[in-house]
């Protein structure tokens, strides 16, 4: 059943999902944020991706800031760049291209993203979209994202699990990983003081141990 436009959730909020679904609530549950020297890289580099006119090279029209939505998976937000190929007689190749600071991850956090996007676009304009793209800053290059069966699903779950912690309103517990390192929520997270509680036992037995190896 599709949503409604006043429940339209902000399509970025699916990378906050699947890097950390602790951060995820903390952003678009309790509205907190905070900025980092990654964030503001991030933040600087989608702006030089949105700016700009319409424009045409080589027979592709390319188009910045554009606006998304999918009432099929409750998501609005902004595509980066959109490239159309070909005539609009015969059809168009539409490739949404998103921009990242960093490098490709393990994870699926960015291509799920590209591929909310490829989705909001099918929505939207009734046409089939096999591929998007990834320009990573790092890189300085784009790399292809095929958008198959796996990756579509995977997206949909995603959507459907974003909108179910909202409704729920409730923020996950702190759980310290290596990831925390770059989160810029760190200090308000405090996954360190906030995670799960560690056994009183073998806290006793360690501080005895060392006590002993002292004397």
Request: hydrophobic fraction near 35%.
């Amino acid at each position: 059943m599709p949503y409604p436009e006043s429940d339209l959730l902000p399509l970025s909020a699916l990378q906050h999902l699947l890097f950390c679904e602790r951060q995820c609530a903390l952003i678009h549950v309790e509205r907190v944020w905070a900025e980092n020297r990654f964030t503001a890289e991030g933040r600087i580099l989608h702006k030089k991706a949105h700016d700009g006119r319409p424009e045409t090279r080589g027979g592709v029209r390319i188009t910045r800031g554009l606006p998304l939505r999918s009432y099929e998976m409750g998501l609005s937000g902004k595509a980066d760049v959109v490239l159309f190929e070909g005539k609009k007689q015969s059809g168009w190749t539409v490739t949404p291209v998103e921009y990242k600071r960093g490098k490709p991850k393990s994870n699926d956090c960015d291509r799920v993203q590209l591929c909310a996007q490829g989705l909001c676009l099918e929505e939207m304009l009734g046409v089939e979209i096999g591929r998007g793209q990834l320009f990573y800053g790092q890189k300085r290059r784009r790399f292809d994202v095929e958008f198959d069966d796996a990756l579509r699903e995977t997206t949909r779950r995603a959507a459907g699990q974003l909108h179910e912690i909202v409704a729920a309103g409730i923020t996950p517990p702190a759980v310290r990983e290596k990831k925390c390192d770059t989160c810029s929520l760190l200090e308000m997270c405090m996954p360190a003081v906030l995670g799960p509680r560690k056994s009183a036992r073998r806290h006793f037995e360690r501080e005895l141990a060392r006590a002993m190896a002292e004397d």
